[in-house]
C-alpha cells in the first residue's frame, strides 16, 4: 500500500510541476523528507518523465503533425537545435551535479534567485516573433535547468520573455523544448538502469505513467488558458515559501 501511495505522489508531484516554473526536483525532495520515503529509484523517475512527455505530445499533437509532414520546417529546426546544449552539459557536468549539487542549500538558493528572475523577466514580455536569437538564448538558459531546484520550464520562459517574447509564446516554445529534454532525460537514466538493473513493480509503474500524464496534461492545459493573467510575482513567493520549507526540513 505504501508503494502504491508514494507512486501516486510521485506522479501527481512531477506532472504538476514538470511545466510549472516551480522546480519538481524541489518538491519532491520535501515530499520524500516529510514523508519519511526512499529514493524511489531510477525505473520510477524515467515513468514519471515518460507520463509527462506523453502529456506534452498529446497537448501539441496537432502542431507537431504539421511539423512532421513538413509545414513548419523552421519550428522543426528551433526545437531540435535547442536540445543540443542541454545535451552537451549534460554529458559533461552529470556527474557534478549529480554528486555536489544536490543538496538543500543549492536547491533552495536556486530557487530563490530564479525565481527572482523570473518575475523581473515578465516587465520584458511583448509580442517578438520566434527567431534564432531567441532560440538560442532559451536553449543556452535550459542548461541552467540541470541546477537542482532551477526549473527547466521555469529558466527557459524567463529567458523568453527577456528576449520579448509574450509569456504564451515564452510558455509555448519552452513547452515544445521540453519533448527532446524530457526524452533524453529518460534515455540517461535508462542507460543507467541497464548498467545497474532495478526489479519493476509492475503496478506502481503504470500509476506513475499515467499519473503524471493526467497531471501533466491538466497542468499545461490550464496554465496556458491563464498564463496571460497570471502575475508571476506569485509564483517568487511561492519558490521563496519553498525555499525556506526546505531549509527548515533539511
Known sequence: MIEIVQALSLALIQGLT???????????????QFAGWSDQGVVLDIAAHVGTLFAVVWYFRAHLMKLIKGEDRHMLAYIVVSAVPLGICGLLFAGLIE????????IAAASVFFGIAL????????SKDLSWRVVVY????????????????????????WAGLAKSQAASFSFL??????GMTALYGFI??????????????????FG???AAYVCIHFFMKWIERIDFVWFMHYRWILAVLIWVAL
Do not use: N
Not at 514538470?18 to 520524500?32: K, M, N, V
Not at 523544448?177 to 524530457?182: G, L, V, Y
Open 138 to 161: 532559451m536553449s543556452v538558459a535550459q542548461c541552467l535547468a540541470l541546477i537542482p531546484g532551477a526549473s527547466r520550464s521555469g529558466v527557459t520562459m524567463t529567458a523568453g520573455m
Open 212 to 214: 503524471s500524464f493526467i
Open 99 to 106: 554528486f555536489h549539487l544536490r543538496s538543500a542549500t543549492v
Open 18 to 32: 514538470e511545466f510549472l516554473p516551480i522546480s519538481s526536483s524541489a518538491h519532491l525532495i520535501l515530499l520524500s
Open 119 to 126: 518575475w523581473w523577466s515578465q516587465r520584458h514580455a511583448a
Open 192 to 209: 543507467k538502469i541497464v548498467k545497474q538493473p532495478e526489479a519493476v513493480a509492475w503496478m506502481p509503474l503504470l500509476i506513475v505513467v
Open 177 to 182: 523544448m521540453a519533448i527532446p529534454a524530457i
